[in-house]
């Protein structure tokens, strides 16, 4: 079966240049980075350079660097290295949950939390931040874009509210990194973490940007890896990965890459939205990262539509998967307001790089068809089409 | 062979539906397995009284992992569905306010007509599949003389579910397969053997799938108190059948008719719970004797091998799961109200327990006990 992936938001095929940079270091560059010797001198020079790429792809100096496993370490690592109990943190109901379950844990933990809300679009009111500062405020965490979305958060404004008060101020940049030109200064941010696999390198690998002379207390106890920043050894392959995909991100904004890609999004989702009535977008009028599309179609549930394309070869998503892979309503679209019923009927469509005109040519022959399917089988439309 | 078919196949992770979906991927039918998520089973883990931990079970992570490898193992492709709302809704709601009115509820029938045969039935149609199969020992056939589905019991007398399965509505049954129908346990389990299904020696589970341990009276106690509702005061008095208050008790939902441990009284004979009033909050207690009657109505009806019930017929009747079904007259006394006559008085008859009725082994249909 011909196999159409447009679930980039989840993860991201690795790119055959980023497997071909880190191969050698499954094999004959396997040193241990810390080590004094020639082994270790190669992979702590191949760490380094990606250092730089990565330093590059966020505007700011290589030993802000915090190379750590992922996303969800770095949101953790930024959220409680820069807090202690007593602390107040400002963040909004729309993060991932890896920041929103390290605030709640937080909270159980001595910390204030103050969640701000998002409007109808799905955007967090840079005054409600401002609003929620308190004296003890000491980190505000607000996403730079969203997953389920795509929306950009308004950071800059609220990275100036944080200069101003002279708070901590993190921005969860998994869903931003390689998709849009970012740059820590511009943000005003003073911690950013992002994420490999989102960015067309390996799941496993991330890094965190800390401002010099931000005081972060380590997650892990161990060896002085990062400036003692992160103990343990350094994923080598990962991290070669990592900075491989960060110079294949800046090579492709100077080609224009993201233009491209809005401009496929754009066509995927004007054509999804000229062919099948009751549906609309989630995040309409707001700025958003150039992939996403989130599509309500009202009257079926997401997950018979997830499962109906994925047995026709066309992967998409909805709301997020639970423990046991079931599929729960999104909380960012509860949060936007929606009903549960609309928000069961979300689908997020993300494209990558991988992505060709022919792709979206056919998610445009399966959606249609499946939607229409869908509806006629479905107990609330057939109420409406008797009782119309 | 018979066209392949595209079947989904509820797969709940034990040995039964896992042997169904690796024998009609055998016979060549494109299989998708759906597991219902429906409970979450950390959700009251930790509440006073219930485990901090709980494995094993329906919808745990543990099941829904031995399905996982199971569709894998067989190379089918699987989905879990979230119908917690439903399921929360349509069983686990219903269980509670029926102990809490005195009654003694079966979920599992509540489980099957609500969520299995109904919205997975609705997924599977909408992600293609022409119909469900599930692990039931059961059997479904039409019959041309009668024009109905018919449901049977299954060759193995002891796994018989068909006392779940009466509520099926002939559209249900149209969609409906249980292959394990003409099949006892040991064969199935050989079968998943030969099919290389890890889990072959997995445990039969026994007990009411989101109620820990089968403590329901912590389960009823751990919910309310979840749910920030308070727990309705039903304590009352212990009252004999003349009428006689001999004591009191701490809720009706403690009772059960038949129960005769935790009564808190002691009394020269043994003495069981014979009647629970919900109305007046009195627990009638009695001797065995006491126990036996002869008759029973039943409420909320599905006919499965007949349409209507025109005069009284006879069938064999069982009163609970466990129970030897027994001869009885079946007849129609109101719009959507039976009246069963034994012809031996049955011990125990229990309120919120169905009534089957069964013509040797065709299900002619079912009732909820009043």
């Known amino acids: 079966m011909l196999r159409i992936y447009l679930d980039n938001n989840a993860t991201t095929p690795v790119l055959p240049e980023v497997l071909e940079a880190m191969r050698p270091y499954f094999g004959e560059h396997f040193g241990n980075a810390s080590s004094i010797h020639h082994h270790g001198q190669q992979t702590r020079a191949a760490v380094e350079r990606a250092r730089d790429s990565v330093a590059s792809l966020l505007g700011c ?5 915090v190379f750590t496993s992922g996303g969800t370490e770095g949101d953790n690592l930024a959220i409680a290295g820069l807090t202690s109990p007593g602390d107040h943190i400002i963040t909004s109901s729309i993060e991932h949950h890896a920041v929103l379950l390290s605030c709640k844990h937080l909270e159980e933990n001595g910390c204030e939390v103050t969640y701000v809300p998002v409007d109808g679009r799905g955007l967090v009111d840079p005054d409600d931040v401002h609003r929620a500062l308190r004296p003890n405020t000491k980190l505000i965490s607000i996403m730079l874009a969203n997953n389920e979305t795509g929306v950009l958060q308004p950071v800059e404004e609220i990275g ?26 511009q943000i005003g941010c003073d911690a950013l973490s992002i994420s490999g696999h989102k960015m067309h390198a390996p799941q496993g690998v991330g890094a965190l940007y800390v401002r010099k002379g931000t005081h972060l207390q380590p997650l892990f106890f161990g060896g002085r890896h990062e400036r003692s920043r992160r103990a343990g050894t350094e994923n080598v392959p990962g991290i070669v990965a990592l900075g491989k995909a960060a110079e294949l ?29 009751e549906a609309g977008l989630n995040g309409q009028d707001a700025p958003r990262v150039p992939n996403t599309t989130n599509i309500y179609f009202d009257h079926i549930e997401g997950e018979s539509m997830v499962i109906s394309l994925d047995l026709k070869g066309l992967a998409v998503s909805t709301g997020a998967a639970c423990s046991s892979g079931a599929i729960e309503p999104s909380h960012v679209l509860l949060a936007m307001g929606m009903r549960a019923d609309r928000a069961r009927a979300s689908i997020r469509f993300s494209l990558g790089k991988q992505n060709t005109e022919e792709d979206i040519d056919i998610a445009l022959a399966l959606v249609p068809e499946t939607v229409a399917r869908l509806r006629e089988l479905s107990p609330t439309c057939r109420k409406i089409a008797i009782g119309s | 062979m018979p066209d392949p078919k595209t079947i989904a196949v509820a797969m709940s992770g034990g040995v039964d539906s896992s042997a169904v979906a690796a024998m009609l991927r055998a016979e060549g039918h494109n299989i998708i397995g759906l597991t219902m998520q429906l409970w979450n089973q950390r959700r009251l883990a930790g509440h006073e009284g219930m ?7 329906c919808c745990s992570l543990d099941d829904v992992y031995d399905a996982r490898r199971v569709a894998e193992h067989i190379g089918i492709p699987y989905y879990v569905v979230n119908h917690e709302e439903r399921f929360e809704r349509d069983v686990v709601r219903p269980f509670v306010a029926e102990y809490l009115s005195g009654r003694t509820p079966i979920p599992c029938s509540l489980c099957n007509n609500h969520l299995k045969f109904d919205q997975l039935l609705i997924v599977a149609q909408q992600i293609g599949a022409d119909c469900v199969a599930t692990g039931h020992y059961a059997r479904v056939e039409y019959d041309d003389s009668r024009g109905r589905w018919l449901l049977k019991r299954p060759a193995d007398r002891g796994k018989d579910q068909t006392y779940f399965l009466f509520g099926l509505t002939q559209e249900q049954l149209s969609r409906t397969l249980f292959p394990l129908g003409g099949m006892t346990k040991p064969e199935v389990r050989e079968l998943a053997r030969k099919q290389g299904l890890a889990l072959a020696e997995k445990p039969d589970s026994q007990e009411i799938c989101f109620v820990p341990g089968g403590d329901y009276k912590r389960f009823i106690d751990a919910y309310l108190a979840e749910s920030g509702e308070a727990l309705p005061d039903t304590a009352g008095e212990l009252v004999t059948a003349s009428g006689e208050v001999i004591g009191e008790h701490s809720g009706i939902y403690n009772f059960t008719v038949g129960q005769r441990k935790g009564l808190g009284v002691a009394t020269g004979s043994p003495l069981y719970v014979i009647q629970i009033n919900g109305a007046d909050k009195q627990v009638v207690v009695g001797s065995d004797e006491h126990l036996y009657s002869q008759t ?5 009806v599905n006919l499965i091998s007949v349409d209507d019930l025109r005069e009284p017929i006879r069938v064999s009747v069982k009163i609970r799961h466990r129970h030897e079904a027994a001869p009885a007259m079946l007849e129609k006394i109101a719009a959507d109200e039976v009246l069963v006559t034994f012809d031996q008085p049955q011990r125990a008859i ?14 002619v249909g079912g009732a909820w006990i009043v």
Not at chain 1, 61 to 65: F, G, K, L, T
């Open chain 1, 61 to 65: 100096r290589p030993a802000e660097i």
């Open chain 1, 160 to 185: 100036k509210i944080a200069a101003e008060a002279e708070v901590c101020f993190h921005t969860d940049a998994v869903q931003a990194a390689g998709k849009i030109r970012l740059d820590v200064k």
């Open chain 1, 249 to 277: 991100a800046m090579q492709g904004f100077e080609r224009g890459d993201d233009k491209k890609m809005s401009a496929l999004r754009d066509r995927l989702q004007q054509g999804i939205l000229a062919q099948v009535e």
């Open chain 2, 51 to 57: 485990p901090e931990q709980v494995t094993g079970r």
């Open chain 2, 296 to 300: 029973l109505r039943a409420r909320r």
């Open chain 2, 350 to 363: 229990t309120p919120g327990q169905a009534a089957v009725f069964y013509d040797d082994e065709v299900v």
